[in-house]
């Protein structure tokens, strides 16, 4: 089993949609969990973190939850701007091990 | 803007031939990583540095090595290209030795090997 699982979609959505996509996780020293997100042919860059109590940046809003190891990113009002692959990440007490998901490509139409 | 550069940008080689690929950062940052990303497989940790002459390997370090004779340039060599080795290459970063701190890639390296 992969130590993390994402949806690859892709997520078709028309603009002002609310879309949401998680990430699943299996071992449970995971200590920071991030979202990224990856344009096409571009780098991945971060964002936003994700803490256990839920956190919002704007449209979007990322959850954690430990007991039943997965995350969550919910966009609102998706922006045709928003097409993107959106990146799980998960980060374990060493530096040395970070976990990236294979992506969930998310594509907002007119 | 994590100041990280990469070179070049794209290559195109043939296989058997040696390929060496560079990350170059300007902030004195102690961590630097190169990951490969492929279709399917996400991004894979290839070889890793905690500093000047610190390296380790990562997830798919076979057929690579890498060297860091200076804290600013990690150097990514594929001592014999394949084809498998074709891909996207990034170089990251994390811009603290704090634990919690995440990534910063660079823009990456488009390699085609023939």
């Known amino acids: 089993r992969k130590e993390v699982e994402q949806d690859p979609g892709p997520f078709n959505v028309p603009e002002g949609a609310t879309v949401a996509f998680n990430c699943t996780y299996s071992n449970s020293a995971s200590q920071s969990f991030f979202w990224y997100r990856q344009d096409c042919r571009k780098e991945p860059k971060l964002l936003m973190s994700?803490?256990?109590s839920g956190n919002e940046d704007g449209r979007f809003t990322a959850q954690l939850n430990r007991a039943s190891q997965y995350i969550s990113l919910l966009i609102r009002d998706s922006k045709l701007s928003d097409s993107a692959t959106y990146l799980c990440?998960?980060?374990?007490?060493?530096?040395?091990?970070?976990?990236f998901g294979s992506g969930t490509r998310l594509s907002i139409r007119p | 803007d994590a100041g990280i550069t990469q070179s070049p940008r794209h290559k195109v080689t043939e296989t058997g031939t040696p390929v060496t690929l560079r990350c170059h950062q300007t902030?004195?940052?102690?961590?630097m990583y190169w990951y490969r990303q492929d279709p399917g497989h996400g991004l894979r940790l290839i070889h890793y540095s905690y500093g000047v002459k610190d390296t380790d390997k990562g997830e798919v370090s076979d057929g690579y090595s890498v060297s860091r004779s200076k804290t600013e340039d990690f150097l990514l060599t594929l001592e014999s290209a394949t084809s498998s080795q074709t891909s996207v290459y990034f170089c990251a970063i994390i811009p603290r030795e704090l634990l919690q701190e995440t990534q910063y890639f660079g823009p990456g390296t488009r390699l085609l090997v023939l």
């Open positions: 990440v998960l980060l374990y007490s060493s530096a040395s091990k970070i976990i």
């Open positions: 902030e004195n940052h102690r961590y």
């Open positions: 994700v803490y256990s």
